[in-house]
């Protein structure tokens, strides 16, 4: 999938009125996700997507020097989640759900197979009930 398609299909299904308005919520969504996810799963995700949309898994919080540990982000609520969410993105808690939402499926479309069961295997089941089971 290109940058272009990727930002566009996160524009129609959150029904945002711009481009920037869907990369943002890309980026925050991306990076919020990428803290709940091995390095190593987030690097081989990352090498499936556009270039200007890998660095948002790549280096979640705040650049390559300041990685938290795998898994150190699985205990963490799914209301914290969505805290995070409404505040990298800097729109109401509500507002930054619906915007993962779309982020989200845009990405479990550009996966394979294969590495999205990687990073489910990462994932809180909270969150990968609340965006992905029954998708």
Not at 20 to 48: G, M
Request: without cysteine; aromatic residues 10%.
């Amino acid at each position: 999938m290109q940058y272009e398609e990727f930002i566009e299909q996160v524009q129609t299904r959150a029904h945002l009125s711009s481009q920037s308005e869907a990369q943002l919520a890309t980026q925050a969504t991306l990076e919020t996700f990428a803290a709940y996810i091995s390095w190593k799963d987030r690097h081989d995700a990352a090498s499936q997507l556009p270039k200007n949309i890998k660095t948002y898994l790549q280096w979640p919080i705040g650049g390559p020097g300041n990685q938290p540990d795998p898994g150190s982000e699985s205990n963490v609520s799914l209301d914290d989640f969505f805290q995070r969410l409404s505040i990298r993105e800097g729109v109401p808690k509500a507002v930054a759900i619906e915007h993962a939402r779309a982020v989200l499926s845009v990405l479990r479309e550009a996966l394979s197979e294969g590495e999205f069961e990687d990073i489910r295997a990462d994932i809180p089941a909270e969150i990968y009930n609340e965006f992905f089971a029954g998708k």
